[in-house]
Nanobody, 126 residues
């Protein structure tokens, strides 16, 4: 399985972006997925997570009410809609997959994921 992120870029404070994570492989739609971010000089942190079927989601406190994670299993794609962006949201954003076929729920820790994308840069600046 390979994960490819897209949709990053430069946006002004208060603006919006939608990130996409396309997963290859027949069983990609059965993976629990997560979005993480890593700012310069900081550790990688969870942003949002979604269960295999998309019925359960998790958001880190800094993004609650502004970001929305979703998935379209028919397209093997996970999305992160980001609204009300702030300069502190500036980071490289990574999607990750937990390939354990028995996983249920959402996962918020880095070590729980075993496949990572290459990342896409989001810069929020005026």
């Amino acid at each position: 399985v390979q994960l490819v992120e897209s949709g990053g870029g430069l946006v002004q404070p208060g603006g919006s972006l939608r990130l996409s994570c396309a997963a290859s492989g027949r069983t990609a739609s059965s993976y629990a997925m997560g979005w993480f971010r890593q700012a310069l000089g900081k550790e990688r942190e969870i942003v949002a997570a979604i269960s295999r079927g998309g019925t359960m989601t998790y958001y880190a406190d800094p993004v609650k009410g502004r970001f929305t994670i979703s998935r379209d299993n028919s397209k093997n794609t996970v999305y992160l809609q980001m609204n009300g962006l702030k300069p502190e949201d500036t980071a490289a954003y990574y999607c990750a997959a937990k390939t354990n076929p028995f996983s249920s729920g959402t996962y918020s820790r880095l070590y729980e994921y075993d496949i990572w994308g290459q990342g896409t840069q989001v810069t929020v600046s005026s």
